[in-house]
């Protein structure tokens, strides 16, 4: 069984931190690139950041630029979304998603997604 599964979230304060998994079972990560996405309620679902197959290559939204960091390890077959300086506004249900393409910022370019897990930044 194919499946992307996020884990991770959870209740911070302002300026704390988290880490975001994406872990995938029955395929491997490797030859997709990988984005991470929110929603908030009421919100368009929106591009965060992405990573390249190999790594070499990330992107990020201007938003959250200098306080999250993408990371990839294909022997583990997972990636992360090392987040910092955390903000109520970053509060949303974060996804992770495959594309055999280039890493964009784009949801409609991306193919197979996990189910989310929810950031509530809050004091």
């Known amino acids: 069984q194919l499946q992307l599964v996020e884990s991770g979230g959870g209740l911070v304060q302002p300026g704390g931190s988290l880490r975001l998994s994406c872990a995938a079972s029955g395929f491997t990560l490797d030859v997709y690139a990988i984005g991470w996405f929110r929603q908030a309620p009421g919100k368009e679902r929106e591009g965060v950041s992405c990573i390249s197959r190999s790594g070499g290559r990330t992107n990020y939204v201007d938003s959250v630029k200098g306080r999250f960091t993408i990371s990839r390890d294909n022997a583990k077959n997972t990636v992360y979304l090392q987040m910092s300086s955390l903000k109520p506004e970053d509060s949303a249900v974060y996804y992770c998603?495959?594309?055999?393409?280039?890493?964009?910022?784009?949801?409609?370019?991306?193919?197979?997604w996990g189910q989310g897990t929810q950031v509530t930044v809050s004091s």
């Open positions: 998603a495959t594309t055999p393409g280039p890493c964009t910022l784009s949801p409609g370019d991306y193919d197979y």
